[in-house]
């Protein structure tokens, strides 16, 4: 005797055809029609999002097609994308210097004070972005702080930490990381002023 589940399954499948992704199984049990159906669930879950995805793009692409200002698409990015893309923060910048200079155009943030905000700039050299250009392909950076440290971007990995703080105080993780690199900057990277200024008084008390 046939599985009744195949009948349901194929119409499951017609239903992706015609771009309807609630299919409403329920897959129980461990046999290999359940992982079908399973398999089937899950498929109709990426497509949902995929299809998603593209209505958002198609949404942003009009508004620049409407002349909007590179600000407003920004806005208009940030206000739709969380629910595709969770984020806390978007930046935007610009090659200037004969493409050798990063600047800061825009940003917004949940945090309530943007530390890599408009007119910050850095080095393309050694940058994740570098890579970006010459692949042209996209990144997923976990820990943003951490890759900037590699990469000797100090300063801005400091501002970066301080921000990603601001946002999640709780992150334990995240301030671990903090509280490490705050030793490592201290001892190697921030200039020794304190050291200076105690050795010019002691050159003027010898004078």
Do not use: C
């Amino acid at each position: 005797m046939a599985d009744s589940r195949i009948k349901e399954y194929r119409k499951a499948v017609e239903a992706l055809q015609q771009g309807s992704f609630d299919l409403g199984l329920s897959p129980g049990g461990e046999d290999e029609m359940s992982r079908l159906g399973q398999a089937l669930t899950g498929l109709a879950e990426a497509l949902r999002r995929q299809s998603a995805r593209a209505d958002q793009l198609a949404v942003i692409s009009q508004r620049i097609n409407e002349g909007l200002l590179i600000d407003d698409v920004l806005e208009e990015v940030y206000e739709s994308f969380f629910s595709l893309i969770p984020y806390d923060r978007i930046g935007f910048a610009l090659l200037e210097d004969s493409k050798e200079v990063v600047r800061a155009h825009w940003a917004r943030s949940e945090a309530s004070d943007i530390k890599l905000a408009l007119g910050y700039s850095a080095r393309l050299a050694g940058s994740s972005l570098e890579e970006i250009l010459r692949t042209g392909q996209p990144r997923i950076l976990n820990n943003v702080a951490v890759a900037q440290e590699a990469n000797g971007l100090f300063e801005m990995a400091l501002l970066t930490y301080q921000e990603g703080l601001s946002l999640d105080p709780n992150n334990n993780a995240l301030r671990r990381n903090y509280t490490r690199y705050q030793e490592f900057y201290a001892n190697y990277i921030a200039p020794p002023e304190i050291a200076d200024d105690e050795g010019g008084e002691d050159a003027q008390e010898n004078n």
